[in-house]
T-cell receptor, first 114, second 113 residues
């Protein structure tokens, strides 16, 4: 069974631009969660989507948004990029909603904002 | 809010040494507790979990016991191997609409032959 895939793996943008990251979950998984990983803050929860609906949202500004499609693939968008948005963005999928369920993580997208 | 504290390392051990990585938490209610591991070049993967007090999670020779009285979930292994070199994350989930998993900062473990 193929794992969680994320595209692109690396991205370089400049301040003020916007970016869209993509995540394809494991086949049959309906929940997709996004996390931001930085050296200073560690792993922080962004949001979770289940059956095309946002279930939970972490403490991030409205510039961070996402969506989920009917095939469970998910995209995350960051508008008006800031230097502090440079991070590794991880996507995780699971069969059901909620952190109780085993999360399967992708390799991440490394975003650098210049 | 919820939080997880763990030693950040790096922790360097010789092969066959005993391993302990400490993890303590602060949470409302009765969270589920997890250890995730990230091997070089790979995504995080679940190592073990415990869902209630005194539960012991175990996998691949690793163990951790959910201690409610000390709010801890320390990871142990009796004899580490070079292949155990990785970053280990302690995490919790409080449920009830909680904001996803809450992770510790991660502990980088290096095992020398």
């Amino acid at each position: 069974k193929a794992g969680v895939t994320q595209t692109p793996r690396y991205l370089i943008k400049t301040r003020g631009q916007q970016v869209t990251l993509s995540c394809s979950p494991i086949s049959g998984h309906r929940s997709v969660s996004w996390y931001q990983q930085t050296p200073g803050q560690g792993l922080q929860f962004l949001f979770e989507y289940f059956s095309e609906t946002q279930r939970n949202k972490g403490n991030f500004p409205g510039r961070f948004s996402g969506r989920q499609f009917s095939n469970s693939r998910s995209e995350m968008n960051v508008s008006t990029l800031e230097l502090g948005d440079s991070a590794l963005y991880l996507c995780a999928s699971s069969l059901q909603s909620g952190g109780y369920n085993e999360q399967f993580f992708g390799p991440g997208t490394r975003l650098t904002v210049l | 809010g919820d939080s997880v504290t763990q030693m950040e390392g790096p922790v360097t051990l010789s092969e066959e040494a005993f391993l302990t990585i400490n993890c303590t938490y602060t949470a409302t209610g009765y969270p589920s507790l997890f250890w995730y591991v990230q091997y070089p070049g790979e995504g995080l993967q679940l190592l073990l979990k415990a869902t209630k007090a005194d539960d012991k999670g175990s996998n691949k020779g690793f163990e951790a016991t959910y201690r409610k009285e000390t709010t801890s979930f320390h990871l142990e292994k009796g004899s580490v191997q070079v292949s155990d070199s990785a970053v280990y994350f302690c995490a919790l989930y409080s449920g009830g609409g909680a904001d996803g998993l809450t992770f510790g900062k991660g502990t980088h473990l290096i095992i020398q032959p």
